[in-house]
C-alpha cells in the first residue's frame, strides 16, 4: 500500500491514543540517519498529524507505528480486514519496504468502511481522517485521497491514489494504481496522478467538466490542497468506482458496458496514460 496506509496507520494512532488529534506534533531529530531514496526537503522540520499527512512524511508515521507497537498494529490490521493483514519487515517498514500487500478491490472496500463507520473506531476517529484527506473542495465537490509510491524491484515502481468523491449528495469510491518500469518518472509526482485521476473522473461525469485550471496542491481549502509528496512510487489497474446496488433476489440485473463512441473513448486513454489499443 506505500504511503496511502498513511489511511489506516492515523485510525490506528487516533484510537491508541498515541496521536491526540490532527495538531499533535513531533519534533524532527535531525541526527536520525536517513532512509535510503527520496528524501522531501519539506520533510526536514517538526510535523503535525495534519502537516505529516498533506506532505506523506515518512519518519512521522514511522514514529507512529513503533508507538503503536505491533501487537496493537496487528490487532487493528485484524479487526479492519486490511490487505492480507502482514507486519512482516518491521513494525515502521512494513507497508512500504516489508510484506504488506492490498489490491485495489481491497483499497476501495477499506474506503467504503471507513467512510460509513462500519471499521469500529470512534466517530471523532473517522471525522479527523476525513478531514485530513481532503485534496479539493468546491462548492459542488470534495475530492478525498491519498497518494502513494514504492519501489517493487529496482527497476520496477508502484504508484497509487485512492480516494473518494463527494457530489451532490451522491459518493464514489475509487483506487488508481500503476506499477511498472519508468512509473516514478511518469507519475512519480502526487500532481501529476492527481491530474490523471481528476480526468478519468471528469470523463465518467463524476466531478464537472473543468472550466479553469485548479490551484496548486496545498493551497487554502477552497481549492485543492494536500496532495502529498513520498518516496518513490505501466499496469494501470485503472479507476475502481464504487458498485451499483445489487439487484434483488430473484430479479435479473446487469451493468451496460458498451459506450457510444468507441474511437473517442480509445483516444482519451490514449491521451491520459500513453495507451494504445491492439
Given at each position: ?33 536517513r532512509e535510503p531514496g527520496f ?20 519518519w512521522y508515521y514511522q514514529e ?6 505491533a501487537e496493537r498494529m496487528q ?204
Amino acid at each position: 500500500p506505500a504511503s496511502t496506509f498513511k489511511i489506516p496507520n492515523t485510525l490506528i494512532a487516533l484510537e491508541t491514543g498515541v496521536a491526540t488529534g490532527p495538531d499533535f506534533t513531533l519534533p524532527w531529530d535531525s541526527t536520525a540517519p536517513r532512509e535510503p531514496g527520496f528524501w522531501a526537503s519539506s520533510w526536514s522540520r517538526d510535523h503535525s498529524l495534519r502537516s505529516a499527512m498533506s506532505n506523506s512524511v515518512y519518519w512521522y508515521y514511522q514514529e507512529l507505528a513503533r508507538r503503536i507497537g505491533a501487537e496493537r498494529m496487528q490487532r487493528y490490521l485484524d479487526r479492519f480486514d486490511y490487505g492480507n493483514r502482514s507486519l512482516g519487515g518491521g513494525i515502521d517498514r512494513f507497508w512500504l519496504h516489508g510484506d504488506l500487500r492490498i489490491s485495489p478491490d481491497r483499497q476501495v472496500a477499506f474506503l467504503r468502511r471507513m467512510y460509513f463507520g462500519e471499521l469500529g473506531v470512534a466517530e471523532r476517529s473517522t471525522a479527523i481522517l476525513k478531514d485530513l484527506l481532503v485534496l479539493e473542495e468546491t462548492a459542488g465537490y470534495r475530492l478525498s485521497g491519498k497518494t502513494g509510491t514504492a519501489d517493487v524491484t529496482p527497476t520496477r515502481e508502484l504508484a497509487w491514489l485512492v480516494g473518494y468523491v463527494e457530489r451532490d449528495a451522491r459518493l464514489w469510491f475509487f483506487a488508481l494504481n500503476m506499477e511498472g518500469e519508468e512509473v516514478w518518472e511518469r507519475w512519480g509526482p502526487p500532481t501529476e496522478r492527481l491530474e490523471l485521476v481528476r480526468k478519468i473522473l471528469r470523463h465518467l461525469e463524476v466531478l464537472p467538466a473543468s472550466r479553469r485550471t485548479p490551484p496548486a496542491p496545498g493551497t487554502a481549502r477552497g481549492s485543492t490542497r494536500g496532495a502529498s509528496s513520498e518516496a518513490t512510487g505501466t499496469r494501470a489497474e485503472g479507476i475502481r468506482m464504487s458498485e451499483p446496488t445489487p439487484p434483488a433476489v430473484g430479479t435479473i440485473g446487469w451493468v451496460d458496458l458498451t459506450v457510444p463512441d468507441a474511437e473517442s473513448l480509445q483516444a482519451f486513454y490514449a491521451q491520459v496514460v500513453g495507451w494504445a489499443p491492439q
